[in-house]
């Protein structure tokens, strides 16, 4: 225990507005860019096939909510209509991949 690392606080800065935007336009903009990523897994579905990337895994129309979109890249704003950042995975196989980095800290000894 006497290996404790300090956490430093920033301040926070308030971000300037973009140029000549009111409050309303910048939400509205927001607003419009987010919709097409909120329809991603229907797209990465049409893409990738009902098929979990990581066990091989078939799906049907009838237990498709068992297969989830994993952004490879942990980042699930970012959403290319092309799908390179999805890969459809059932939701054992969804979960194992988000479990390796809590077990690989653990094992490590920096799990709490």
């Known amino acids: 225990m006497g290996n404790r690392q300090r956490i430093k606080f920033r301040k926070l800065q308030p971000q300037k507005p973009a140029a000549g935007k009111t409050a309303a336009e910048i939400v509205r903009e927001l607003k419009e860019s987010a919709a097409p990523a909120s329809n991603y ?57 988000h479990s390796r980095g809590l077990l690989a800290d653990y094992l490590k000894g920096e799990g709490k």
């Open 41 to 97: 897994r229907e797209q990465s579905l049409k893409i990738h096939g009902l098929i979990c990337a990581k066990c091989g895994r078939e799906f049907d129309f009838k237990n498709r909510n068992l297969l989830t979109v994993h952004h490879k890249d942990g980042n699930n704003r970012n959403n290319p209509s092309d799908g390179s950042n999805w890969e459809n995975l059932c939701i054992y196989c969804h979960d194992d991949e």
